[in-house]
Every structure is written in C-alpha cells, then in structure tokens.
C-alpha cells in the first residue's frame, strides 16, 4: 500500500502513519512495541513448528543478514550465558585452597604436577607441602632457608631419597649389636634337652587322652570331627575309675611340667616373650585345665532369646538367677553361627534344660530370617545338622534334660509332628505350649504338651511376676520400643564399646607403669572383651544356683522315644470333648472382645462425625468420613453377623455340633476385608492429612483420643485390630480341629475353613513386609548421600556391616609379610541381591558427647558378580578379607572376629541363594 498524507487528513492523525506497511505505526510508540512482541510472539510460534532442518536453514538465514556488530553481539551473548568448564582451578581459587588439595597428594604425585604448567610447578613446590613429608622420616633441613629461597624442603627431601644408607642384618648387628646375648654351646644343648622332655610328656597326654576317649566313645561320634567339641561331649560318659586315673596321671603331668618350665633358662627374644611353636594357647590351657567338679552333673538351665520377641529386652530383665541367656539377632545370622553362640555360652558343659524363645505359630518355628521350621522342612540336611548338634549340647532324656520350645506347636496336629520329628531325631525330649488365649505370647503361660516338670517351663527360666507383666503390656511395648530401638541401638553399642576401653585404661593407668602398659596390651584388650560380654548377659547370673529337678525316671527307661509318642497320644485323646468346648468358647468370648473393639470406632467417631455433618456444623465432609469409615463399618457388620451365628451354634452346644460351616461362610464374604486392607494406607493418609488441614477435626481427635472408652487407644491404633484378627482366627482353628476326632462331621470343614484364613493371612502378611520393605529401602536411600534408587520387586535389607578399608603398601610379598594400612571407614550394605559400599564419616557436635554418622555412596555389586577371598591372620592384619567385584577389589577389616565370622557367612550364603534363583 502506498503510503502519503491525504489533504483530508488532520495532524493528529500523524501518529498512526505506516512505513512499508499500513500496520506498523510510526509514532505512537507504545502500539509499534505491541505490534512488534505479537510479531516476535507469531514468528516464535512458527519456529516451533518447523522441523529441525527447517529451523536450522531459518537460523543460517537470519545470521547471513546480520552486521558484524550484530554478530559480536551474539557472540558477547553467548559468552556471559555459558560458562567455560575447563578452567585451571589454581587460576580461579585462593591459593591456601589449592594447596590445601596439593597436599593430599604423594611425593611422586607432586613430582608430576609439577610438570603440568608453571602455575602448578610454583604451587607444587612450595615448603608448606614439602616440610611435613620430610619430618615425618625425620629429615630436617641442615640449614634456615632465606625468606625469598624457594623449594628448598622439596630439595632436601629429594637429596634424602637419592642417598639412602641401609644396612644388611649382618652389619646392623656388628655395628649395634643384637638383643638376643649369645649363649654357650652346653647352655643351648641343656635347653633343647628339657624342651625335648617337655614335648614328651605332653605326647604321653595326648595319647592317653585319645586311648580313654576312644573305649568309651558312643559308635555314632565322628572320629574326624573338632577335639574341642569331642572333648566336651564324650568326657561326661567317662566311668568314674577312668576319671580319676586319668586325673592323677593330670596332676602329676602338671608338677612335671611346671618343674620343666622352672628350670628352664629365662631367655628373651625380640618382643620380651618365649614363645614355643608347638605349644599354642589353646594347647596350654589343654594341659593346666583342672575340672574338680562331677562331670555327671547338669546344673546349667539356658535359654535363647530371639531379637524378633518383642521388647525382648525385658524378657532378657526377666531371667532368673542361675540360668544362663543368649540373645541372638534374628535377621542376619545363621543355624551355624547360632551354634557358635551356644557353644561359646556353654563353655564344654551340657544344659540340664534349653529353652528356645522365638516367634512363630501352632504350625513352625520362625527361628532366624529364612528358616521357617516346619513339617516340611525339618528333616533338610542343615535343619536336621542343626537340631542334632543343638541336642547334643542338652543332657540325655534319662538324665532329665528336656528342650522348652516357648511356639505353640502343642495346638496343632502339624505342630505335634514337628515335636515328635524332634524327639525322634535328637533323643531328647521336646516340649511346647498347648494353650488356647488369643492375645500376644499368651500361650506360654497356659499348658505345655509334654510337660515333664513340676513346674511350668516358663518360670523355670523367668521369674513369674516379670514375664506377667511382659505377657500383659506386650502389644503396648512393642509398637513403643519398636522406633526406639531402631535408632538407640548403634548408639547403645558404640557407647557400650567406648565405655569398656575407658574403665580398663583408667585401671591400667592408675595401677601401672607406662612400661607395663605397652607389654599388656593385648591383656587390656582382653578385659575390655569380657566387659562388654559380661553387660550383655544377666547381672544376676550364676549367684544362686537352682537345683535340677529330675522328669519322671518312669519316662524313658525302655525306648524314650516310643513312650514319648504314647505319651503325646494318650495326651491328645483325654477329655477332647471338654477341650473342644474350651477352645469354642474362648473363640466366642474373643470374638465379642473384637465386635466390641469395632463398635468404639463406630460410636465414638463416626457417629459424632454424622451428627455434625448433619447439623451443618461439620468437622469433616461427607467424602472424607466416607474414604475413613466406609470399609471398617462394613467390616462391624460382617462380624456382627459372623458373631451371632457363633452364639446361635453355642446355646445349645454338644459334642455333635459343628463350627466349621460358619467359617467357611465367613471366609467367601472376605472381600469386606479385602477392600478395606487395599485402602488402608489411603486411609491413614487421610487421617494425617486431615489433621494437619482441619483444626476441628484436630480437636476432635484430641477429645477422643486414648480415652477410658477407648481402651485408652487412638484411632489409627483401632484400625490395627483386623490385620491382628486373622493371626488369632488360624491359631484358633488349628486348636479346634486338634482336639476334633477324625470321624467327627466337622473335620473337613475345619481343615477347608483353615485353609481359607491361611491363605488369607498370607496376603496380609505379605502386604505388610512388602511396605516394610519399601519404608526400609527409602531410609536407606534417604540416609546415604548419592545413593542411587534402590527401590526394586524382592529386594530387601539382610545385614549391615561396619568395616575398615585397608590398602596393602606391598602386593608382591607373601600374604604373612604384607603390610597394610588403613584408608577410611566403610559400611557395608547387604541386600537380597546386591552389595552397597559406602564411606562412614563419624563427627562429633559442639559441646555432645554423642557422635553422627554420616554415609557416602561408593559402589554397588551384584551378589553373583561378587568374589569373596579370606586373608589368614598375620602379625600385620587381623580379621580382613577382600570383596571383589567387576572392575574393583576391597580390602576390609571387621573389628572382632565373631562379625567377621557372622558377616561372611550370612554373606556366602545370600551368594548361594542368588545362584540358586
């Protein structure tokens, strides 16, 4: 369009004349930007949607239009927005902080750097990084350098490496002597005589000891197995003759020895100590080891005592005097290092009684993670070694030894066949509760099958008003000590650790000299040991002494195992009628205690809750009160029902009625259940997040809340009581069909109702650890810095181990010649399919005695890409193994030598498990 003024046109019309085009105004400034950005915005749009070569041709164009003040203007552009990432960092930082990282650097490394460029060479040669080096080999310079000298300690040190003096041991020994005075031919000659005669007499033992054991020895004993476990096992059996030729011909042999011992010349060595190759500790305490007491005779009760009990520390509080304890860690450890522990515990000796505190229900024992002992796997080769060995440590039927196994196997028909395997397998008698109560770990203080003591088996190991109490508060105090124990337990054992080395250095202080302290240490380290295995053990232990109380001598004396299976039978077949009519009433009776439970929920909040929302005075909306209550009122009324068929049934009860059908009709309505387990976390989800929004409702939990008609419970804490029905329903059954004849009518639907509410409870408890399992790996992950996603399908948590990198200086030697050192702290993180290395820091606040931890990711290995190798203990290194992976090797340490023997054992066979799947 031509552009001009018209004569028609008015001055004020001037602002909205057009060049080139009759839309771009001239002076009216404000409407030529609008009009410019709505172009920019249109070609804008237009760039996005051309395709990639189209955009770079519209790109190359509009750079062959541009002037070459128009092109520096791009190019200035460019350079503030993007940053150059290859800058020498000694141009840029401060010149402390690039030293600061130069002197993390070796000798040879500097060396190197300083060829990089001049920067470098001027940084790397200076004194500050120079001077510690050299004084660290004592090579202090001859002379004071001038202000302005420079490298003079780089000089030095290099002149102090070039002309090393070093001297053979031959001209060491000419030039300073040797600490070892030389001695004449007839002194040495009388010195290697007595040793002779030493080793001699200590043969004659050896031999003698074997002739002993091997009249008496039972046919089945291996004679290749450990002398220390043949020992202890075979030298109760020995006749009372035996004994006492054998402890005279002891006791002479120990006034020999010692008279050799006196008599020979006091001669050191390098480190102060003699030292004899053929007579190691073990070997010592062999010969000075003097048993005055019968060996006939079982005075020991023990008692193991899973981590997994809840709140297993008062459990632990609660054992009386006399009885030896063992608390055993539930997740990571296996039936060989369980052994371990009671072997150490037992020290030789054989239990009169041993009793097995675990978890578990009427049908297996959940021993440690992984083994579930049951009917179907109790004869597999490791479980059958292991309950084996476990018997061996007991004392025979014949003598009243008995094991006390605290899971109720009595109330099931498959639980009394694991009891029965058991006995059959080790030759010792077995026993478990036979009770009935519903409620957490109940069961132990009602009837034990098999019960050969005048006591009850929990009170000869606990004392009865403490573990009361524990039966009582132990829902309470498991869900209170549960978070608790999570995060005081590293602590509590670091401290535990600290306090034993402070009291023992303290003594050692105050009672010695330096001198003595730096020949004892290894005494100290000792003491410290057995400071913190004495605080993890009963502090009333062996003060008094219970007397053993013998089991009926009638039991046993032909075939022990015969008798004990009459025994369980004769058992199982009186009063079964009266028992069936126990067991259905205490089913009635829970069942109204949970009914109850579920109506709190319904008439303390859900009915205030309606009311106000009725009263357009509402504390939550109809969709809230709808996600939270929906599923569990459903679940009121399905038991209500459940419940009055079950009174209906025991009006007129007789040993001809049945219970099966109505559980079989309450197992195909489960689908209530269902709903409300798939929602629960949506539910409590909605409970916090309403409480956090609502101040109402906040007030009104607050009204309501662990109040008298409550139970003193909250409401997330009512919603609880479903999932814990189902493990009392399965436990009921069980001890229902036990004492049901096997021609009775309700048999098969006892078994077909079981086996619903099992299949079921499976479900239930497989959702609960796949969540535990998830929360586990998010703390994880939350805890390491770096860490990568560690949230896959089957992966959980088995063990974490605390351990010590070290760096060998000399890989060509021999393994019992290197040295190594040690670079920092690692914890090792094991999974069900990987290995987590990470680096442990450990600082310490202002004006705290406690330290935190902090974790740095480093690596992650597949178990079936991961090689184990053991290095043997030497002068230089104890307890270290190496991990080996793809690409890198690890050279770690454990602190004591039980958690390297847990770690590589729980450790191998995870390995197994993995090649195996």
Not at 69 to 78: A, Y
Not at 616 to 638: G, T
């Given at each position: 369009?031509?552009?001009?003024?018209?004569?028609?046109?008015?001055?004020?019309?001037?602002?909205?004349?057009?060049?080139?085009?009759?839309?771009?105004?001239?002076?009216?400034?404000?409407?030529?930007?609008?009009?410019?950005?709505?172009?920019?915005?249109?070609?804008?749009?237009?760039?996005?949607?051309?395709?990639?070569?189209?955009?770079?041709?519209?790109?190359?164009?509009?750079?062959?239009?541009?002037?070459?003040?128009?092109?520096?203007?791009?190019?200035?552009?460019?350079?503030?927005?993007i940053q150059v990432a290859k800058v020498d960092f000694s141009t840029v930082l401060p010149r402390f902080i690039s030293l600061y990282i130069f002197s993390f650097l070796s000798p040879k490394d500097l060396c190197a750097a300083a060829q990089v460029s001049w920067p470098w060479k001027f940084l790397t040669e200076q004194d500050c990084l120079w001077m510690p080096k050299c004084i660290k080999f004592g090579w202090f310079l001859p002379y004071t350098a001038t202000e302005h000298e420079y490298g003079a300690w780089k000089h030095h040190y290099i002149a102090c490496v070039s002309n090393l003096d070093w001297l053979t041991p031959r001209e060491a020994a000419a030039t300073y002597g040797?600490?070892?005075?030389?001695?004449?031919?007839?002194?040495?000659?009388?010195?290697?005589?007595?040793?002779?005669?030493?080793?001699?007499?200590?043969?004659?033992?050896?031999?003698?000891?074997?002739?002993?054991?091997?009249?008496?020895?039972?046919?089945?004993?291996?004679?290749?197995?450990?002398?220390?476990?043949?020992?202890?096992?075979?030298?109760?059996?020995?006749?009372?003759?035996?004994?006492?030729?054998?402890?005279?011909?002891?006791?002479?042999?120990?006034?020999?020895?010692?008279?050799?011992?006196?008599?020979?010349?006091?001669?050191?060595?390098?480190?102060?100590?003699?030292?004899?190759?053929?007579?190691?500790?073990?070997?010592?305490?062999?010969?000075?080891?003097?048993?005055?007491?019968?060996?006939?005779?079982?005075?020991?009760?023990?008692?193991?005592?899973?981590?997994?009990?809840?709140?297993?520390?008062?459990?632990?509080?609660?054992?009386?005097?006399?009885?030896?304890?063992?608390?055993?860690?539930?997740?990571?450890?296996?039936?060989?290092?369980?052994?371990?522990?009671?072997?150490?515990?037992?020290?030789?000796?054989?239990?009169?009684?041993?009793?097995?505190?675990?978890?578990?229900?009427?049908?297996?024992?959940?021993?440690?993670?992984?083994?579930?002992?049951?009917?179907?796997?109790?004869?597999?080769?490791?479980?059958?070694?292991?309950?084996?060995?476990?018997?061996?440590?007991?004392?025979?039927?014949?003598?009243?030894?008995?094991?006390?196994?605290?899971?109720?196997?009595?109330?099931?028909?498959?639980?009394?066949?694991?009891?029965?395997?058991?006995?059959?397998?080790?030759?010792?008698?077995?026993?478990?509760?036979?009770?009935?109560?519903?409620?957490?770990?109940?069961?132990?203080?009602?009837?034990?099958?098999?019960?050969?003591?005048?006591?009850?088996?929990?009170?000869?190991?606990?004392?009865?008003?403490?573990?009361?109490?524990?039966?009582?508060?132990?829902?309470?105090?498991?869900?209170?000590?549960?978070?608790?124990?999570?995060?005081?337990?590293?602590?509590?054992?670091e401290l535990q650790k600290h306090i034993s080395g402070r009291l023992i250095g303290q003594f050692m202080f105050d009672t010695m000299t330096m001198t003595n302290i730096l020949n004892n240490q290894e005494i100290a380290q000792a003491l410290a040991d057995g400071l913190t295995e004495l605080s993890k053990e009963n502090p009333e232990r062996n003060v008094l002494e219970d007397s053993p109380r013998r089991a009926n001598p009638s039991l046993g004396k032909n075939d022990p195992n015969f008798e004990l299976l009459v025994q369980l039978e004769r058992k199982l077949q009186t009063d079964s009628a009266v028992k069936r009519t126990r067991v259905v009433g205490e089913l009635l009776q829970?069942?109204?205690?949970?009914?109850?439970?579920?109506?709190?929920?319904?008439?303390?909040?859900?009915?205030?809750?309606?009311?106000?929302?009725?009263?357009?005075?509402?504390?939550?909306?109809?969709?809230?009160?709808?996600?939270?209550?929906?599923?569990?009122?459903?679940?009121?009324?399905?038991?209500?029902?459940?419940?009055?068929?079950?009174?209906?049934?025991?009006?007129?009860?007789?040993?001809?009625?049945?219970?099966?059908?109505?559980?079989?009709?309450?197992?195909?309505?489960?689908?209530?259940?269902?709903?409300?387990?798939?929602?629960?976390?949506?539910?409590?989800?909605?409970?916090?997040?309403?409480?956090?929004?609502?101040?109402?409702?906040?007030?009104?939990?607050?009204?309501?809340?662990?109040?008298?008609?409550?139970?003193?419970?909250?409401?997330?804490?009512?919603?609880?009581?479903?999932?814990?029905?189902?493990?009392?329903?399965?436990?009921?059954?069980?001890?229902?069909?036990?004492?049901?004849?096997?021609?009775?009518?309700?048999?098969?639907?006892?078994?077909?109702?079981?086996?619903?509410?099992?299949?079921?409870?499976?479900?239930?408890?497989?959702?609960?650890?796949?969540?535990?399992?998830?929360?586990?790996?998010?703390?994880?992950?939350?805890?390491?810095?770096?860490?990568?996603?560690?949230?896959?399908?089957?992966?959980?948590?088995?063990?974490?181990?605390?351990?010590?990198?070290?760096?060998?200086?000399?890989?060509?030697?021999?393994?019992?010649?290197?040295?190594?050192?040690?670079?920092?702290?690692?914890?090792?993180?094991?999974?069900?399919?990987?290995?987590?290395?990470?680096?442990?820091?450990?600082?310490?606040?202002?004006?705290?005695?406690?330290?935190?931890?902090?974790?740095?990711?480093?690596?992650?290995?597949?178990?079936?890409?991961?090689?184990?190798?053991?290095?043997?203990?030497?002068?230089?290194?104890?307890?270290?193994?190496?991990?080996?992976?793809?690409?890198?090797?690890?050279?770690?340490?454990?602190?004591?030598?039980?958690?390297?023997?847990?770690?590589?054992?729980?450790?191998?066979?995870?390995?197994?498990?993995?090649?195996?799947?």
């Open positions: 369009m031509s552009v001009g003024r018209s004569p028609r046109e008015t001055p004020e019309m001037e602002s909205f004349y057009t060049r080139f085009s009759a839309w771009t105004p001239l002076s009216n400034k404000s409407l030529n930007r609008q009009l410019f950005q709505e172009r920019v915005a249109l070609i804008s749009h237009w760039f996005d949607l051309w395709t990639k070569k189209q955009q770079q041709e519209f790109l190359f164009t509009i750079l062959l239009r541009c002037t070459k003040s128009q092109l520096r203007f791009v190019q200035d552009q460019f350079s503030e927005r040797t600490l070892n005075e030389p001695k004449g031919e007839d002194e040495e000659l009388q010195a290697r005589q007595r040793e002779k005669c030493l080793r001699k007499i200590i043969w004659e033992k050896i031999a003698l000891r074997k002739r002993e054991l091997f009249r008496v020895r039972p046919p089945w004993v291996s004679g290749t197995g450990c002398s220390r476990f043949f020992e202890s096992r075979c030298r109760p059996r020995l006749p009372a003759t035996v004994r006492d030729r054998v402890g005279l011909r002891e006791a002479l042999e120990k006034q020999l020895v010692l008279a050799s011992l006196e008599a020979l010349p006091k001669r050191s060595n390098v480190s102060g100590r003699h030292s004899y190759p053929l007579l190691s500790k073990k070997n010592w305490r062999g010969v000075f080891k003097n048993d005055d007491s019968p060996s006939h005779a079982f005075q020991t009760h023990f008692i193991l005592i899973s981590s997994r009990i809840p709140a297993y520390e008062m459990v632990v509080a609660s054992v009386r005097a006399g009885v030896t304890s063992v608390v055993y860690e539930h997740s990571g450890v296996t039936l060989e290092s369980m052994l371990q522990l009671i072997d150490k515990a037992l020290d030789g000796q054989k239990a009169q009684s041993m009793g097995i505190f675990s978890d578990g229900d009427s049908r297996e024992i959940n021993l440690l993670q992984g083994y579930k002992i049951g009917i179907k796997n109790v004869l597999k080769p490791d479980v059958r070694d292991f309950w084996e060995k476990l018997g061996s440590y007991v004392a025979p039927e014949g003598e009243g030894g008995h094991v006390d196994l605290f899971v109720p196997l009595g109330a099931s028909e498959a639980g009394v066949e694991v009891l029965s395997q058991l006995s059959q397998l080790t030759g010792t008698l077995f026993t478990a509760p036979a009770g009935i109560a519903t409620g957490s770990y109940q069961h132990i203080l009602s009837d034990w099958l098999g019960q050969p003591q005048e006591r009850a088996p929990p009170f000869i190991y606990f004392s009865e008003s403490k573990l009361l109490m524990w039966s009582s508060l132990t829902d309470c105090l498991e869900d209170t000590l549960k978070s608790a124990r999570k995060q005081l337990s590293p602590l509590f054992k829970s069942e109204r205690k949970y009914v109850q439970m579920l109506e709190i929920v319904r008439d303390v909040y859900v009915t205030p809750l309606k009311a106000a929302l009725s009263s357009n005075r509402a504390i939550l909306s109809a969709a809230n009160i709808q996600i939270i209550f929906s599923d569990i009122l459903q679940i009121l009324s399905l038991n209500r029902q459940f419940l009055g068929n079950l009174r209906d049934r025991l009006q007129d009860w007789g040993p001809a009625h049945c219970v099966g059908e109505i559980f079989i009709k309450f197992g195909s309505q489960l689908n209530t259940y269902t709903n409300f387990f798939n929602n629960y976390p949506v539910v409590l989800k909605t409970i916090e997040k309403c409480r956090e929004m609502i101040p109402a409702f906040r007030a009104f939990l607050k009204r309501h809340d662990k109040t008298v008609v409550t139970k003193m419970l909250s409401l997330p804490e009512l919603l609880l009581y479903p999932s814990r029905r189902f493990k009392e329903y399965v436990h009921l059954l069980y001890a229902l069909r036990l004492h049901v004849p096997a021609d009775h009518a309700d048999r098969g639907d006892l078994t077909t109702a079981i086996d619903q509410i099992k299949k079921y409870k499976g479900y239930i408890d497989q959702m609960k650890q796949n969540i535990d399992m998830k929360d586990q790996l998010s703390d994880i992950q939350r805890t390491i810095c770096g860490c990568p996603t560690l949230s896959e399908v089957n992966r959980y948590l088995i063990r974490v181990q605390d351990v010590a990198q070290l760096h060998c200086c000399e890989e060509e030697i021999n393994f019992s010649l290197r040295r190594y050192e040690h670079t920092r702290d690692l914890s090792l993180f094991l999974f069900s399919d990987a290995l987590l290395l990470s680096g442990r820091r450990t600082s310490h606040a202002p004006f705290e005695r406690t330290s935190k931890s902090t974790y740095q990711f480093i690596a992650s290995v597949a178990l079936h890409r991961l090689l184990i190798e053991d290095i043997p203990d030497s002068k230089c290194i104890k307890n270290a193994f190496i991990l080996q992976g793809p690409k890198h090797e690890w050279i770690c340490a454990t602190e004591a030598e039980d958690d390297k023997f847990l770690w590589l054992s729980v450790l191998q066979n995870t390995i197994k498990r993995t090649m195996e799947k």
